[in-house]
């Protein structure tokens, strides 16, 4: 076909973790790559995020003395997300081998880029007593980064954090607990001097999901010479006999053909902030995701416009969050709902759900619960967890919380309610049942503080249950909580090689996609820390290679790592 603009190897839509695994995995083969986004933002939601990766089996397990294997984590898939065919074929056998498989190839081969990774000893399984669950290790996160190698294109980054505040994860809930644990004055203070480390070396440490998509830019645009074209969006794919040759883009200067050699990858996010899509495929009238704002399922709808399945559309990252205000929001939640001294009730009053459980759990709870109860969900605290704790919403500004009814408070229960407006005599009798397991240690009805994921965000210095503790003590206050997520689960069907599959379950031949464009290996789970980052990461660089193969001109691929080096 003639008419194109221009012509490279492979054409990568987008910049998170999936794009941009896939663009340096083709360059690595001496595929000519061009990286398009069509936000003016670069990093998606992988800059936004805690920056972990479930990569389990890597390397670092080993260092740390964690023993795991392929056949450990295939059971531990089968026992959290369902067996295969329970499940469908967004988590087909032959994808979560793939996953699995390539995983700790993909951790060394980032390594080799110079990627530090530091391995979250400590962060377990999100069902750690599950057959082939483990009590951490599994998960990696980047080291801190200096965003100044990225010259003044660090400016077009999606950073939701100021550079200089280089954190790890693991820093989020011992800062939570800094004033009232040693273990939390010891983080704040690691956290500290490590900021300062930065300051006196004359670099611009980021931490989190900023470091991890700032790395990978640094590795495609500035080692790689990899073009990246920010207010780019895409506009359609060409196809050819069913293949995908090409795509068109909008720009500047107007749309633009382009041919794509070897394929064209979509790592461009799902559908977070697509009203029309969340209700007609979620039953949400109000999405809160805490995702980019520039997810809204564009290359999704293009994939379906040519004949593309999807799956799991009707799931997300779920996870709860503290209502927005005028001044921002939803704010997602995590150890701030395991600390001692906390409960969430319904709008009856009732309790529902472990509260320290998984998030995604959590938001699963919800919805079977029934939205018309749940969303939203008050979390009331007592005055100790005020004093003990950080709670990161207040951050955003408590007093708008006050002034705007996210937040109610006052000097005793019977009063909160009230302000609630939950039963009184529901809430009174779920406080006392509560608390009298939070005395006994043992919640007998949703089993709080009962494994390793619990009681990592508890206080350790809390007893009998380092998450439960009475609401007895007042001024006491309530949280807003609605059903928010992290990004949607559905997307594009693609196999294990990260080619998109058609409605009539053929590949659809030059067309990729990986990341929150694609439907989710996991499931309707979350086994882990990481767990959309890790399969993002993977499912690029198997994209990316694979494309390096297409045609028997192809330039050689990247060569996988020594599998002798990471067993």
Not at 127 to 133: K, N, R, S
Not at 341 to 366: K, L, P
Not at 516 to 521: C, E, G, I, K, L
Request: net charge negative.
């Amino acid at each position: 076909m003639t008419g194109w603009d221009e012509e490279v190897d492979l054409l990568v839509v987008g910049t998170g973790a999936a794009a941009m695994s896939a663009a340096i995995a083709a360059a690595d083969a001496g595929l000519d790559v061009l990286v398009v986004e069509g936000s003016d933002k670069w990093g998606g939601s992988t800059a936004m995020s805690g920056g972990g990766c479930w990569l389990q089996t890597h390397p670092g397990m080993k260092e740390i003395g964690v023993e795991d294997s392929e056949e450990k984590v295939l059971t531990y898939l089968d026992a959290c997300v369902g067996t295969p065919e329970e499940v469908g074929p967004a988590s087909s056998l032959a994808r979560r081998e793939a996953f699995v498989r390539t995983a700790p190839l993909v951790h060394t081969w980032l390594e080799d880029h110079g990627l530090v990774w530091k391995t979250a000893k400590a962060y377990p399984d999100y069902y750690p007593d599950l057959p082939g669950g483990i009590a951490g290790g599994r998960t990696v996160e980047p080291a801190p980064f200096d965003v100044k190698k990225l010259g003044d294109w660090y400016g077009h980054a999606r950073e939701t954090l100021p550079p200089g505040l280089p954190l790890f994860a693991g820093d989020t809930y011992l800062l939570a607990r800094s004033w009232s644990t040693f273990s939390g004055m010891v983080g704040g203070a690691r956290l500290v001097f490590r900021a300062l480390g930065g300051a006196v070396t004359a670099r611009k440490l980021s931490g989190l999901g900023m470091s991890l998509a700032a790395r990978l830019m640094y590795i495609a645009k500035m080692q790689q010479g990899t073009e990246v074209r920010l207010s780019t969006p895409l506009v359609d794919l060409v196809m050819e006999g069913g293949a995908c040759v090409g795509a068109v883009v909008a720009g500047p200067e107007g749309e633009r053909r382009i041919r794509a050699r070897r394929g064209v990858h979509l790592g461009a996010g799902g559908f977070d902030h697509n009203a029309a899509w969340r209700e007609e495929y979620q039953g949400l009238s109000d999405e809160q995701s805490s995702g980019n704002p520039a997810n809204t399922g564009g290359a999704i709808e293009i994939g379906m416009r040519h004949g593309a399945d999807v799956a799991l559309m009707d799931d997300a990252w779920w996870g709860p969050s503290v209502a927005p205000t005028s001044k921002g929001g939803p704010t997602f939640i995590v150890s701030e709902r395991s600390m001692p001294y906390s409960i969430v009730v319904d709008q009856e009053g009732s309790r529902y759900v472990n509260e320290s459980t998984s998030y995604v759990d959590f938001g699963h709870a919800m919805i079977e619960r029934g939205l018309e109860r749940t969303n939203h969900s008050w979390m009331v605290l007592d005055v100790r967890h005020r004093r003990r704790y950080l709670n990161n919403a207040f951050l955003m500004g408590s007093k708008t919380f006050f002034e705007e009814g996210v937040a109610v408070k006052a000097d005793t229960l019977e009063e909160l309610a009230e302000k609630m407006g939950v039963d009184k005599a529901t809430f009174k009798a779920t406080i006392q049942r509560f608390n009298a397991f939070a005395r006994d240690g043992v919640d007998h009805d949703f089993g709080r503080g009962h494994d390793a994921y619990d009681t990592y965000y508890g206080d350790p210095t809390h007893g009998p249950n380092p998450n439960l503790g009475e609401i007895a003590h007042g001024p006491f206050v309530a949280l807003k909580i609605v059903l928010g997520d992290l990004g949607t689960k559905g997307g594009l069907l693609t196999d294990e090689h990260a080619r998109v599959l058609s409605t009539e379950g053929t590949v659809i031949d030059g067309l990729y996609a990986a990341g929150n464009t694609s439907a989710a290996v996991c499931g309707r789970t979350y086994p882990g820390a990481g767990s959309t980052l890790g399969p993002a990461l993977v499912f690029g660089y198997l994209a990316g290679t694979h494309a390096a193969n297409r045609g028997d001109d192809a330039p050689a691929p990247a060569p996988a790592p020594d599998a002798a080096a990471v067993a």
